[in-house]
């Protein structure tokens, strides 16, 4: 594999959502099918109005958390982000926000994952 792996999981009329894939598996995929019930309805929504319309204008329901990692908040949970050109949104993984502040090390594997993607030039193998 040249590139990165990325495994598509949302197709809209202005964006393809992929989740990155590390080592043969999608951590946002995951986290996604092992949320709760009353998680899935604040989030999946979210993504599917992002893929169909474009992006949300709500802070409370999307924005930017710095080094063009965003976020994607249901109630607790958290879909970290970044975008490609061509109307790619790649999401990082999950997880659930536990305090006041996401935790930094969340934002540094985003980041990491971002850094790597386009070290390879945003080159990406589709899963």
Known sequence: M?????????SGDKFKIYGFVVNGTC???NFLNELSDKEKTKITPLLHYTANNGLLRNE???????????EFKGFQSR??????????????HGCIKKRNKL?????????????????????????
Do not use: M, T
């Open 2 to 10: 040249c590139g990165n792996q990325l495994k598509l999981l949302l």
């Open 27 to 29: 951590e946002a995929e």
């Open 60 to 70: 409370q329901k999307f924005k930017s958390i710095g080094d063009d990692i965003f």
């Open 79 to 92: 879909l970290l982000c970044f975008f490609d050109k061509g109307g790619i949104i790649i999401l990082s």
């Open 103 to 127: 935790d930094p090390s969340e934002i540094k594997k985003a980041r990491k994952r971002k850094d790597n993607y386009f070290s390879k030039g945003g080159k990406n193998d589709f899963a």
